[in-house]
């Protein structure tokens, strides 16, 4: 069973181009997070949500808890920014010490 | 800015042989986790650890792995006999706290491959 579904799969864009990545999920959460995946393998955090929206530089993500679905989109998208990127959540069943479900990416390439 | 970091980057070895991949979280940071990700697959949970002990481990975390926080500083995950499956990449993180609202910071990863 797939607990985070992550769509797209592989995404490839125009430099300049607005992108939204999207992240659904089937169990209750505590926490949302989206994370980068470089191409060496390296894991950075980028957001972590409970609710409403969170913004850093060009990057948006937003949250509905009712809807169980979160988004997260790259304004003036950027080569730099060809990345995996991972929706990982902290489902509310499981124990206290904040292990993560993960999805299974979105590649995204962006084409200068 | 503080970071977690692991050693070795890459680690080869025999089918049969233990590994120990190493970590050292972030120094103000009291919970530990390690995951895996096999090539192609999506990031799974391992183990948890906060004051010396496991607090959570996932179906992947059988009698073969083990984990240890030796020294104050370091952060290690042992498996005993490496299969050929446990060819992945290693990641430890580490938090300041517990619980849902505590942002895990992520290491660069172990590449752990088993002939």
């Known amino acids: 069973k797939n607990e985070v579904e992550q769509s797209p799969q592989n995404l490839t864009a125009q430099e300049g181009e607005f992108i939204t990545i999207n992240c659904s999920y089937s169990?209750?959460?505590?926490?949302l997070h989206w994370l980068q995946q470089h191409p060496g393998g390296g894991i950075v955090s980028l957001f972590m949500?409970?609710?409403g929206k969170k913004k850093h530089g060009r990057l948006i993500a937003t949250i509905n808890i009712q809807e169980k679905h979160s988004s997260l989109h790259i304004t003036a998208s950027h080569p730099r920014d060809s990345a995996v990127y991972i929706c990982a959540v902290r489902s509310i069943y499981g124990g206290s010490q904040g292990n993560l479900i993960f999805g299974k990416g979105t590649k995204l390439s962006v084409k200068p | 800015e503080p970071e977690v970091t692991q050693t070795p980057s890459h680690q080869v070895t025999q089918m049969g042989q233990e590994v120990i991949l190493r970590c050292v979280p972030i120094?103000?940071?009291?919970?530990f986790y390690w995951y895996r990700q096999i090539l192609g697959q999506k990031v799974e949970f391992l183990v948890s650890?906060?004051?010396?002990?496991?607090?959570?481990k996932s179906e992947i975390f059988d009698d073969q792995f083990s984990v240890e926080r030796p020294d104050g500083s370091n952060f290690t995950l042992k498996i005993r006999s490496t299969k050929l499956e446990d060819s992945a990449m290693y990641f430890c993180a580490s938090s300041e706290g517990a619980g849902a609202l505590r942002e895990q910071f992520f290491g660069p990863g172990t590449r752990l491959t088993v002939l």
């Open positions: 949500l409970s609710s």
């Open positions: 169990v209750g959460i505590s926490a």
């Open positions: 120094s103000n940071h009291l919970y």
């Open positions: 650890f906060y004051n010396n002990e496991i607090s959570e």
